[in-house]
């Protein structure tokens, strides 16, 4: 009954303890973000050969500014899918958010921050109402949501009244998707942004050896800070050499790096990922499942209010049909190509980005190839279904890795 | 140190009868409907002991470790907590008395990797910015699995790549982990191989050396008569006989379990 004998430190088992880290993530379906950047490395590819004008600065800018509204909305979804439910109703509270804020700012002559606040607030407390829904009442999420889908689309229809468009005029509200921060601005923000990347780097490598924990890989930690600072400043090159930075861009990549921290540096995202992997586990360790659900469903709320509100500012309207169409059905992809798993418990905000690009690009492209509607729908749902497939065979090896 | 239930007939009391029992319960009855599921139970663990709580399906075993854990309330009876008469009114009362259960489903979440199972719902946040500081986590939870001699090669692995051995280790280490000084195991060997089976029953004993007073449900006698120093038997809702290993046989407990004479039956798996 004694202790084994404890194995000699050796100078080559953190390399080997990498390695074997890095084959049990690939042959246990770990692959994260990974088929997408493919995936989206690949209809650039197509596109650009289709049409040359598509990977040009112009263009590129305009795929930000168009992402926007649905990465927004993505983001939302993420969090929602991480708990393993799903939100149905986030086209109609997109719809209904940003046809409030639109009455109160034009009918009723709100100032303009009021009047965006309204809005946001509409579809918070509409998360809220679906959370408590789901969890007083037990009732699977997508029914309740798509209870609020119907129910909340009709708000949108009554709250739009007789004239049934509305044209926005508040010029703070259409500079949300209409203004353009110069190239210096644009400098100033990538050089700042690698360099809070690079302290956090080295501040969390410090941390860990003063703790006296073993090192993580440097080689591995210096080649995606490499990666990601290259596609920073790519990014902001390719934008400065057109209008510059769009707000639009900044505020989506706001609310995705705000709500990456929270998933992952904070108690409540940490919470969001246990509940989403083994209510039952996280129920027993104390956390407040219910709490975190409807707080889950209010961000998602928030969310789709926030991209209706974008969406608005970009086409300077809202209408009957706001929210209605492929907004829910691309905000949902987004996720899920971007890597988000359906079953709860894995996935990162990231996807919100790089899944709205992915559908962005596929709108974008078709587009400029003067596409009809009929093969814009089937591309996506054919990337949608690739993406789902991806994440079905993942988790397969996921169970046949995990015992 | 009063004993309200006395020993059945024949059976000695422990041999650390001197000292005070760390977790003790007294005359605990529990009605469900008709089914009377505990009838005037008396039990009793010590520091630095283990004690195997044996008997057929429905004797009760399962209701008595959750009114220890505080999720059953007794219609009877009390609870004594070092030395002294404790209310427990639920999970919460009993989790901070120090009483830790290990339920046989583990309640470890597969996506997150060992050293966030081992915190969760306790997670240690830094300031001013409340973040997690996992460094801090990282390295405490390091130090408990050494000290448990636990093996798992990467404790930033995700729970899902671990075997069911590995698993049930790093649910028993998040008891201690949190200075539990009573550990109830619920078929903790059920569903492992032999190889797994040793290491926690390795695991078990080194709880009972760290002074901690563990309790564990098991169905195999000899992975009790391994590790048990004393075994206590019910039947029916009620406790029939106590054993002190090395003066037992697994016939006797076995006759106990059945309420058949002792030495009739053969144990088996």
């Given at each position: 009954m004694s202790a084994g004998p404890a194995p000699a430190p050796a100078a080559g088992q953190e390399l080997r303890a990498g390695l074997d880290s890095l084959r049990r993530r690939v042959t246990s379906g770990d692959v994260g973000s990974l088929p997408v950047i493919l995936g989206l490395v690949l209809i650039w590819a197509v596109f650009q050969y289709l049409n040359p004008n598509f990977l040009s600065p112009r263009n590129l800018t305009n795929l930000t500014v168009q992402i926007a509204d649905i990465g927004i909305v993505s983001v939302g979804i993420v969090l929602v899918l991480l708990l393993g439910e799903i939100d149905l109703s986030v086209g109609s509270v997109y719809g209904l958010g940003s046809a409030v804020m639109a009455v109160l700012s034009v009918k009723q002559g709100w100032p303009t921050a009021p009047a965006i606040g309204a809005g946001i607030l509409t579809g918070t407390a509409i998360g809220t109402f679906h959370g408590f829904f789901f969890t007083r009442f037990r009732i699977p999420s997508f029914v309740v949501t798509l209870a609020g889908l119907l129910t909340w689309f009709g708000a949108q229809l009554h709250v739009l009244g007789e004239t049934g468009?509305?044209?926005?005029?508040?010029?703070?509200?259409?500079?949300?998707?209409?203004?353009?921060?110069s190239p210096t601005v644009g400098w100033i923000l990538a050089v700042a942004v690698v360099a809070v990347?690079?302290?956090?780097?080295?501040i969390r490598r410090r941390r860990r050896a003063n703790a006296g924990l073993p090192s993580i890989g440097l080689l591995g930690e210096v080649v995606k800070f490499v990666v990601i600072a290259a596609v920073?400043?790519?990014?902001?090159?390719?934008?400065a050499s057109d209008r510059g930075v769009p707000m639009a861009l900044l505020i989506l990549l706001g609310f995705i790096i705000g709500f990456d921290i929270i998933t992952t540096r904070t108690r409540f995202g940490r919470h969001i990922f246990a509940v989403g992997g083994n209510a039952e586990a996280a129920r027993r360790a104390g956390i407040?499942?219910?709490s975190i659900r409807i707080a889950v469903f209010a961000l998602s709320g928030t969310m789709a209010a926030i991209g209706?509100?974008?969406g608005a500012s970009r086409l300077l309207a809202v209408n009957y049909s706001s929210g209605t169409g492929d907004i829910l059905l691309n905000a949902i992809a987004a996720a899920v190509i971007g890597g988000t798993s359906l079953f709860g418990g894995r996935g990162t905000v990231w996807s919100a980005l790089t899944g709205a690009l992915v559908i962005g690009s596929?709108?974008?492209g078709l587009a400029l190839l003067s596409a009809a509607s009929d093969v814009k729908f089937m591309v996506t749902g054919g990337v949608l279904?690739?993406?789902?497939?991806?994440?079905?065979?993942?988790?397969?090896g996921r169970q046949r890795a995990g015992v | 140190m009063t004993e309200t239930g006395g020993w059945p007939e024949g059976h000695p009391p422990p041999a650390s009868e001197a000292r005070q029992p760390l977790l003790q319960l007294r005359g605990i009855s529990k009605r469900f409907g008709a089914v009377q599921a505990l009838s005037d139970v008396d039990f009793e663990v010590y520091p630095e002991e283990v004690v195997a709580l044996v008997g057929d399906n429905g004797a009760g075993k399962s209701t008595l470790i959750k009114t220890m854990a505080g999720i059953y309330i007794p219609d009877s009876g009390e609870i004594w907590f070092e030395g002294k008469h404790v209310p427990v009114?639920?999970?919460?009362?009993?989790?901070?008395?120090?009483?830790?259960t290990v339920y046989q489903d583990l309640a470890l979440s597969d996506n997150l990797d060992v050293v966030a199972n081992l915190y969760l719902g306790r997670e240690e946040v830094s300031s001013p910015l409340p973040l997690i500081s996992e460094e801090k986590m990282e390295f405490r939870a390091r130090e408990v699995l050494k000290s448990l001699d636990v093996k798992i090669p990467n404790p930033r692995n995700p729970v899902a790549a671990l075997s069911g051995g590995q698993r049930q280790s790093v649910a028993v280490a998040r008891s201690v982990m949190w200075k539990a000084k009573v550990v109830l195991l619920d078929e903790p060997t059920a569903a492992l191989g032999v190889q797994q089976t040793k290491q926690v029953l390795e695991l078990v004993l080194r709880l009972k050396h760290q002074g901690i007073g563990v309790i564990v449900i098991s169905h195999n006698l000899a992975n009790v008569f391994e590790v048990a120093d004393r075994i206590i038997v019910m039947r029916l809702g009620k406790r029939v006989g106590t054993f002190v290993r090395s003066e037992s046989s697994e016939e006797a407990v076995v006759g106990a379990i059945t309420g058949a004479e002792f030495g009739k039956f053969k144990p088996q798996e």
């Open positions: 468009t509305i044209n926005l005029t508040d010029p703070t509200i259409t500079q949300l998707a209409g203004n353009f921060f990347l690079g302290v956090d780097v080295i920073i400043v790519g990014a902001t090159a390719i934008l407040s499942v219910n209706g509100i974008m596929i709108n974008n279904l690739a993406a789902v497939t991806i994440d079905a065979v993942a988790r397969q | 009114h639920g999970p919460r009362d009993s989790a901070a008395l120090g009483i830790a």
